[in-house]
């Protein structure tokens, strides 16, 4: 069982910036993949960003490619999602995911909202 415990999420002016933070409670290997979905309200869960732990290769849905940025610190079973040039459409509540492949989690944080303003 690996439990999933996000912060950071907040409230931003569009264009603005905020970084997100996951940690895990343990790391797995059968478990490999760590990244992140949001769902806003009235839409459904869509995959943002993930990162294959043991080789950093990272993954975007298009939506986000280019301002939000998916790292690791492996010491501390911790990811992170810089997210940059925010717009009032990524507003949302984003959860923390880890599972065996890139959009499959089979674990999910509690979630964190992030709210942007125009």
């Known amino acids: 069982q690996v439990q999933l415990v996000e912060s950071g999420g907040g409230s931003v002016q569009a264009g603005g910036s905020l970084r997100l933070s996951c940690a895990a409670s343990?790391?797995?290997?059968?478990?490999?993949?760590m990244g992140w979905f949001r769902q806003a309200p009235g839409k459904e869960r869509e995959g943002v960003a993930s990162?294959?732990?043991?080789?950093?290769?990272?993954y975007y849905s298009d939506s986000v490619k280019g301002r939000f940025t998916i790292s690791q610190e492996n010491a501390k079973n911790t990811v992170y999602l810089q997210l940059d040039s925010l717009k009032p459409e990524d507003t949302a509540m984003y959860y923390c995911?880890?599972?065996?492949?890139?959009?499959?989690?089979?674990?999910w944080g509690q979630g964190t909202q992030v709210t942007v303003s125009p």
């Open positions: 995911v880890a599972g065996p492949s890139s959009w499959s989690p089979r674990y």
């Open positions: 343990t790391y797995t290997y059968s478990n490999p993949y």
């Open positions: 990162i294959l732990l043991y080789s950093s290769s990272t």
